[in-house]
């Protein structure tokens, strides 16, 4: 994935015209796209290797199963063209080492989400996730732009794996302060993909994402 703009599209929408229109609108902006659950259950997992011709995909499945499955899950994603997948951690190692076979390390493990309720079960555990992320062999991290400290203090345990950050916009963060903190990438879904012109709004992220370099 290039490190260019610093943006992975958070492609959350639920019809290919809208995906496929979005992703013409701001493949100049964005790094990678990231698919989730609502985009595959709408369109069909084909999707995949349809955007993957364009951007870089991230399969956003935060898989959370026991090693077989979660083996079976990345096995599925990364032939359809995914260049990496995002897993859960609180499985534990032994999951988390199956992902990260299947993806030859190409995995993000999720530590302290985003949301308020992120607080509740994912915080108080974030620290040990980032070190089970690094000793499993993970490529980075998932870390909330809502709380850009949490990216500070988690960057300090990774060392040099990958942050990558949701939460810019919708959920109140600010891109130029997760960049600041220590994510190398911004997650960004609704203040891109419902603006009135997705490529304005890509774009006015990319120049603050500038802002905080
Ligand atoms: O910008 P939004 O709020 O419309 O979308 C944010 C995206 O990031 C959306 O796809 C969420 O599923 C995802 N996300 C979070 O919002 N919070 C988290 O803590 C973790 C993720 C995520 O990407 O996990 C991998």
Not at 172 to 200: L, T
Request: charge should be positive; glycine fraction near 10%; hydrophobic fraction near 45%.
């Amino acid at each position: 994935m290039q490190k260019k703009n610093r943006i992975i599209l958070a492609l959350d929408v639920t019809s290919r015209a809208d995906a496929m229109r979005i992703v013409e609108a701001v493949k100049g902006y964005v790094d990678a796209i990231k698919i989730n659950w609502p985009l595959v259950l709408a369109t069909g997992p084909d999707i995949i290797r349809e955007m993957s011709r364009v951007k870089d995909v991230i399969c956003d499945f935060k898989i959370a199963d026991i090693p077989n499955t979660n083996k079976l899950i990345v096995e599925q994603a990364m032939s359809r063209g995914a260049s990496a997948v995002i897993c859960h951690g609180f499985t534990g190692d032994d999951s988390v080492k199956a992902c990260v076979d299947a993806a030859k390390g190409q995995v993000f493990v999720v530590t302290e989400m985003s949301h308020p309720g992120g607080k509740q079960f994912t915080a108080p555990v974030a620290d040990k996730l980032a070190t089970l992320a690094k000793s499993a062999g993970a490529r980075g991290i998932v870390a909330p732009a809502t709380r850009p400290e949490r990216i500070a203090a988690l960057r300090k345990i990774i060392g040099g794996l990958e942050i990558i950050s949701p939460g810019v916009g919708a959920q109140g963060g600010k891109a130029s302060d997760a960049i600041r903190a220590g994510a190398d990438y911004i997650i960004v879904g609704r203040a891109i993909y419902d603006a009135p012109d997705p490529g304005g709004a890509a774009k006015a992220l990319a120049d603050e994402v500038k802002e905080g370099m």
